[in-house]
């Protein structure tokens, strides 16, 4: 990207605020490995406007969108551990880190997180007009009908194609998943009948959950989503899908070489953002939950995750790349 473009995406502070002495010294980049627009871009967007007024440094995003995020994976990797170059980080990260056979950079042991920025639900939907009323209904017709019931998703290796498929494994039932490329095509064949259902990140399904075309059976997270009240998460069903917790989310990381002092004051700054209401109304509106964390808590969840979506790659037999 260059210098005019990264002008042109650069959030500066409020005019006549002091600068700092210490960190930050210069423009921090947040480096971004989606296109513009997506939740990952303006989640990062938003909590750069605040991080701007509170560092008293231009914050830039930088979009470097590439297969399992490599182009931007690397780039932070590579770059100074001063604090002054973060990466976007998000489930997706840790789904590379297992779907990848080798990958430019460590993603355990080459990145310091900061902290957790949001998190945005999963859904499993229907076609409205359908056979099934609730959960419990498809888990039912899936029981007594074993390799009958299918479940689309977004394509292969996605954070939604590996939740159904750990969906599938652990409510015990033979179901097909069967991935499209991307959610435009998953809901073509939801709607025209050649779906049972799918699963899919719950941001592009609220318009058409809202105009009533998709009913909602439940949400794949820990509790009930907030922009759908009365539908249950999966958990409640009890039995072997009582433990069940998926979402997507994102965060921040920087080289894992920068200063503690530099990543606390990071850490810091991001969680009295992601505290105000105006931020939380913003994301919520982009259907994401602000959420942060602890350095630790996001280091355990991107191991966690790591591991987890590893194992349901190997499980599936999914090859790969």
């Known amino acids: 990207m260059g210098s005019t473009a990264l002008a042109l995406n650069a959030v500066w ?33 938003t909590v750069a406007q605040e991080l701007a007024k509170t560092l008293g440094q231009g914050v830039v995003i930088d979009n470097k969108p590439s297969a399992g ?5 690397e780039l932070v990797a590579k770059a100074e551990p001063d604090g ?19 990958l430019p950079f460590d993603t355990l042991g080459d990145f310091a997180p900061v902290s957790l920025l949001a998190t945005f639900d999963l859904g499993l939907v229907v076609a409205e007009g359908g056979r ?21 998703t977004p394509n292969i290796g ?11 494994s652990s409510a015990g039932l033979d179901v097909q998943i069967i991935p499209f490329n991307g959610t435009p095509a998953v809901l073509t064949a939801l709607r025209g009948g050649n779906l049972d259902a799918a699963i899919d990140i719950l941001g592009p399904l609220m318009s058409q959950i809202n105009a009533r075309a998709l009913r909602p059976l439940a949400v794949l997270g820990d509790k009930p989503a907030p922009q759908l009240p009365g539908v249950p998460s999966v958990r409640e069903s009890g039995g072997t899908l009582a433990s069940f917790n998926v979402s997507s989310w994102n965060g921040l990381a920087v080289p894992a070489r920068t ?3 530099v990543v606390a004051r990071l850490n810091r700054e991001v969680q009295a953002a992601l505290s105000l209401p105006e931020v939380k109304k ?11 964390s602890t350095q630790q808590q996001l280091a355990d969840l ?10 349901v790659i190997q499980k599936v037999g999914i090859a790969k790349q």
């Open 13 to 45: 502070p409020r005019a006549g605020q002091a600068q700092t002495a210490t960190f930050p010294t210069k423009l921090i980049k947040i480096v971004v490995p989606n296109a513009a627009g997506g939740a990952a871009d303006l989640t990062a967007r």
């Open 69 to 73: 995020g490599v182009v931007a994976g």
């Open 84 to 102: 002054h170059t973060l990466l976007l980080v998000s489930s997706g990260t840790a789904v590379s880190a297992a779907l990848f056979k080798k």
């Open 132 to 152: 099934f009323k609730n959960l419990a209904d498809l888990l039912a017709y899936g029981k007594a009908n074993p390799g009958k019931l299918n479940i689309g």
């Open 158 to 168: 996605t954070t939604q194609h590996l939740a159904a498929e750990l969906f599938k």
């Open 259 to 261: 200063p503690k002092d």
């Open 282 to 292: 913003k994301l919520l509106e982009l259907n994401l939950t602000a959420h942060g």
């Open 302 to 311: 991107l191991s966690f995750e790591v591991k987890r979506w590893g194992d």
